[in-house]
């Protein structure tokens, strides 16, 4: 398993096999489960409403997998995959194609132009 962590944010990271899916969900799950109680002795709480989940893999597989992969089932909550997550502001794509990011780029970019003419008192 390899994490990045930066201040109240963590990622964690797990390369897998298709044929070995269903390994990663329980290394996954019980690694989660390993750091929410963690966090509980410490005092601190795990927000499961804030878990993603982005399995990535080729659009092949990805189809294979039916959607977006299996979920994670930790204690009572499940986190259902997604296809898409912001990563430092990089929007990543479950078929790691650059499609997503561009589109929210443009969309902020267009946005700031719109409201910075609407503010300048121009159109």
């Known amino acids: 398993m390899n994490f990045h962590?930066?201040?109240d944010d963590t990622q964690l990271y797990l390369h897998c096999r298709r044929d070995d899916i269903t390994s990663a969900v329980n290394r996954l799950q019980q690694c989660i489960t390993d750091i929410g109680c963690w966090m509980?002795?410490?005092r601190l709480k795990l927000n499961t409403d804030k878990t993603e989940l982005l399995w990535i893999a080729s659009k092949y597989n990805l189809s294979v997998l039916e959607d977006c992969g299996p979920a994670l089932r930790l204690g009572s909550d499940v986190v259902e995959p997604t296809d898409h997550a912001r990563l430092l502001g990089v929007t990543?794509?479950?078929?790691?194609?650059v499609d997503r990011h561009v589109s929210n780029t443009s969309a902020r970019c267009l946005y700031t132009g719109y409201a910075s003419s609407v503010g300048s008192g121009g159109h």
Request: charged content about 10%; overall charge negative.
């Open 92 to 97: 990543l794509s479950a078929d790691l194609t």
């Open 5 to 7: 962590s930066f201040a």
């Open 40 to 42: 509980s002795a410490n």
